[in-house]
């Protein structure tokens, strides 16, 4: 089993940078892949941002420029930098973890997800 807990979510204005967090435990492994994805209301889930164990980042076209995923294997927790963020950015945003070794955040097939945290960008 893989825990994962987020942080970093909040409030803020169009234009405006958030930091979200996604610290992993349990039997997490060494060669995993993470991700960040993301579901407003009504809407499916979409990913967004993944990261594999050599670092190798992927990033939807909708935020590519703006959001820039990294980790720390040592602890291991993944980040999600957001910048510019628009009223468009604003749904729950879950971290994701896939004991498969993906190369993109469109193959990945998450084992376990965290419970979500709310970005809310006001314009």
């Known amino acids: 089993q893989v825990q994962l807990v987020e942080s970093g979510g909040g409030s803020v204005q169009a234009g405006g940078s958030l930091r979200l967090s996604c610290a992993a435990s349990?039997?997490?492994?060494?060669?995993?892949?993470m991700g960040w994805f993301r579901q407003a209301p009504g809407k499916e889930r979409e990913g967004v941002a993944g990261?594999?164990?050599?670092?190798?980042?992927s990033y939807a076209d909708s935020v590519k420029g703006r959001l820039a995923i990294s980790r720390d294997n040592a602890k291991p927790t993944v980040y999600l930098q957001m910048n510019s963020l628009n009223p468009e950015d604003t749904p729950m945003y879950y971290c994701?973890?896939?004991?498969?070794?993906?190369?993109?955040?469109?193959?990945?097939?998450?084992?376990?997800w965290g419970q979500g945290t709310q970005v809310t960008v006001s314009s």
């Open positions: 990261i594999g164990s050599s670092g190798w980042t």
């Open positions: 994701a973890f896939d004991r498969a070794l993906r190369t993109t955040i469109a193959t990945m097939r998450p084992n376990y």
């Open positions: 349990g039997n997490t492994g060494r060669n995993y892949y």
